[in-house]
Nanobody, 124 residues
Framework: QVQLVESGGGFVQAGDSLRLSCAAS????????MGWFRRAPGKEREFVAT????????YYSDSVKGRFTISRDGAVNTMWLQMNSLKPEETAVYYC?????????????????WGQGTQVIVFS
């Protein structure tokens, strides 16, 4: 049974940082690209960042480029999202996901497995 478990969400002030984690089990981690998505209140879920199977290729949405960093470690089957300079409009539930498109993917439909999400609240 595949499980993706996010953690690290919280309640932070604008400008602060958070580091989200996604622990994967039940799958061969290196077979999958990984990604982060988020759903803000009243909005559709949107792409945030993706990382390829080996961790040497990353891609970010324009809104987070330069502030967020996605990374992964196959030794511990874990992916992270370092979020700096957070903004109130980035309040959302953050989801991690695994895609068999090993090069990485920005489209939600290309992801096979999803976590339950972790809440991030950014106040001004």
């Amino acid at each position: 049974q595949v499980q993706l478990v996010e953690s690290g969400g919280g309640f932070v002030q604008a400008g602060d940082s958070l580091r989200l984690s996604c622990a994967a089990s039940g799958l061969t981690f290196s077979y999958y690209a990984m990604g982060w998505f988020r759903r803000a209140p009243g909005k559709e879920r949107e792409f945030v960042a993706t990382i390829n199977w080996s961790g040497n290729v990353t891609y970010y949405s324009d809104s987070v480029k330069g502030r967020f960093t996605i990374s992964r470690d196959g030794a511990v089957n874990t992916m992270w999202l370092q979020m700096n300079s957070l903004k109130p409009e980035e309040t959302a539930v953050y989801y991690c996901a695994a895609s068999p498109y090993r090069a990485g993917a920005t489209v939600q439909g290309l992801y096979r497995y999803w976590g339950q999400g972790t809440q991030v609240i950014v106040f001004s």
